[in-house]
């Protein structure tokens, strides 16, 4: 079925949701991921490949950094959203992945806090824009806490960033 749809569109990346992780870390260990988990996703992104799609992205929450490089064995070049909370940081993977595409990273519960800790966020994206590589967006949705005044104050911010004056 993948083959026949992909033969008609050009596919610009697939996106997996696979929550596999929580706050403190994998919901399934690295040796197991890679015993029954890995050769699944080599075997799906190889013959994806084939057919045109160059990238992958997987949508996990929680702290799934020991995950990390198992990802990339699989074939996936992108991750998402680096939950804060969970004590992922971005800059820290983008070091030690310098090639992986990351989406998220922007502190959700920071937008609440008020405008220092909006522009403590925005400094963050900043650093992470110039070494290519990362789309910025929260670490997961917004809260309901976060003011619509911050919300637009953070958005505002960021396409400035982004060289979207608007």
């Known amino acids: 079925l993948n083959s026949k749809v992909i ?3 050009k596919v610009d990346y697939i996106y997996i949701w696979e929550d596999m992780s929580y706050k403190n870390g994998p919901l399934i260990s690295p ?3 890679k015993k029954y988990v890995l ?3 080599k075997r799906f992104t190889s013959a994806m490949k084939e057919e045109g799609v160059e990238n992958f992205f997987v949508d996990t929450d929680g702290n799934f950094e020991a995950l990390i490089p198992l990802f990339i064995e699989g074939g996936v070049n992108g991750l998402l959203p680096f939950e804060v909370q969970a004590g992922m940081d971005i800059e820290k993977i983008r070091k030690e992945y310098p090639g992986l595409i990351i989406m998220g990273g922007i502190d959700k ?3 609440a806090k008020g405008r220092n800790e909006i522009l403590k966020e925005i400094a963050k994206a900043k650093r992470m824009i110039k070494n290519g590589g990362f789309i910025p967006y929260t ?3 917004v ?12 958005r505002y911010e ?3 960033v982004l060289g979207q004056n608007s």
């Open 139 to 141: 670490d997961h949705a």
């Open 109 to 111: 519960i920071a937008l």
């Open 31 to 33: 040796d197991h991921f």
């Open 7 to 9: 033969s008609r569109v």
């Open 143 to 154: 809260p309901p806490d976060v003011s619509f005044d911050n919300y637009k104050f953070f």
């Open 158 to 160: 960021l396409k400035k």
């Open 39 to 41: 050769p699944y996703y």
